[in-house]
Each structure stands twice: as structure tokens, then as C-alpha cells.
């Protein structure tokens, strides 16, 4: 229940990252409209309103509702981890559920393409888009498991070397960034058709899931993680 001296007062010229950050609970927000928390998390509220051609006044609106209303306490925040254990979250919630999640939905996607693919082109692109993301994403997240955080986590690698990983880390979360995008206009923000099988629901069902966790996942990355090392 919201007390009445509870105050929270967002301003226009807060990035949105810095929003997530203090209020993990935004992140639900900045999804509904279709706002880069991560990886474009630098913009202002401000420039990430004008350029999803969202209501500035009402994303304040209801990110101040979001935080007066949240369920669950700030110490149960990723964020609040100790770089260790913030790692270890990351590959045992994260990395790990990619892995389980994306050979289903590339197996999901083509039998779909390949059904329905005649009658709806960008079911076919879809299917592409689907590839692509696996093919990106899971390199990716071995190389970070070998490369990056054993780096920051040994606190003995040349600082440029981490700086390095962290900027190859960025350019290739902006890619999968792009991907995503694609796919939630493909799949017109993950509503089927309705008279859609149960495998064409079950895709767009995934792919949703794993939207929202992969922008949690490299938020953390970006947001958490980078800025505690390049701190050292």
C-alpha cells in the first residue's frame, strides 16, 4: 500500500538506465514502450520519449507509479550483488536459460516459416532473424564466460585488456539489441494471429520471454558490471 508521505520525483533529464538502476522495477515500463534500457540505456527520458513517440508525461507518470507500487524489496536486486555473485547470477539465470531457450525457439521458428511461412513473408524473415540471433548469442556468451569474467574477476588483467572485452562485450550487445527489435516487429510485439497453432503461439511466446530476459541480462552487463571495473 502507497503511504501518503511517499514521494519519488523522476526528472525528464535522467538517462533511463539510471532509472533502472535505482528502480530495477522500471524495466517493466521501458519494455511496454519499446525504450533500450540497456544497451541505448545512456539517452534521457526526455530524447527516449521523442524517439519511441511516447508521451513523455505519462512514462513519468507511470514510472513513479511502478516504484510506489512495487512488491518486492530493493535487497533482492541483482544489482545489489557483489561482482562474484553478480557473475554467478548472470550465467546460472541468464547465460543458462539462453542456452535451454534459443535451439527451441530456432526448432520453433523454422517449423512455423516452414507451415506458415507462404502465406505470412515474415514468418520467413522471422525464421532468419531467429538464426541469426542464436548464432550470435551463444558464442557470445562462452566467450564471456572464458574471456571476460574470469578477467574481472582474477582483479591481475591489464586494465586495457578489460576495457577491450568490455567494448568487444557493448558492440556485440547493440547487435542482438538490433535483433530483438526486429523480431518484436515481426512478430507485432509477440501477438499471434488468431487462428494460430499451438507451435506458432508457443514461438511467440518464447521469443517474448527471452526479450525480457536477455534486456535484464544485458543490463546487468552494461549497467552493473562494466561500471564497477572501470571504476578500479
Known amino acids: 500500500m502507497i503511504k501518503p508521505e511517499q514521494t519519488v520525483t523522476i526528472k525528464p533529464e535522467q538517462t533511463v538506465a539510471s532509472v533502472v538502476r535505482k528502480n530495477s522495477e522500471c524495466a517493466e515500463i521501458f519494455q511496454k ?20 513517440n511516447v ?8 514510472l513513479v507509479e511502478v516504484i510506489l507500487n512495487r512488491n518486492s524489496s530493493p535487497v533482492n536486486d541483482p544489482a545489489n550483488l557483489s561482482t562474484p555473485a553478480l557473475i554467478s547470477h548472470i550465467i546460472l539465470i541468464h547465460h543458462e536459460f539462453l ?26 524473415e522471422l525464421d532468419r532473424t531467429v538464426q541469426n540471433l542464436a548464432n550470435h548469442l ?9 574471456s571476460l569474467f574470469p578477467a574481472v574477476l582474477s582483479g591481475n588483467i591489464d586494465k586495457k585488456i ?13 547487435e542482438v539489441a538490433d535483433m530483438l527489435f526486429s523480431i ?5 510485439d509477440f501477438v499471434p494471429p488468431d487462428n494460430a497453432c499451438n507451435s506458432y503461439r508457443t514461438l511467440f511466446s518464447e521469443l517474448k520471454y527471452i526479450e525480457n530476459d536477455t ?8 549497467h552493473i558490471l562494466k561500471p564497477r571495473c572501470s571504476e578500479i
Open 33 to 52: 514502450y519499446h525504450i533500450d534500457y540497456c544497451c541505448r540505456g545512456n539517452m534521457s527520458l526526455e530524447e527516449a520519449a521523442e524517439k519511441n
Open 55 to 62: 508521451n513523455l508525461s505519462i512514462l513519468i507518470q507511470e
Open 184 to 188: 518484436n516487429k515481426l512478430t507485432n
Open 162 to 174: 578489460i576495457d577491450k572485452l568490455f567494448l568487444e562485450m557493448i558492440l556485440e550487445h547493440e
Open 138 to 146: 551463444l558464442p557470445h556468451l562462452d566467450k564471456e564466460e572464458k
Open 99 to 124: 542456452r535451454k531457450a534459443l535451439p527451441l525457439v530456432v526448432k520453433l521458428s523454422a517449423k512455423v516459416s516452414g507451415k506458415h511461412g507462404q502465406r505470412d513473408l515474415n514468418l520467413v
Open 215 to 222: 534486456f535484464r541480462h544485458v543490463y546487468l552487463e552494461n
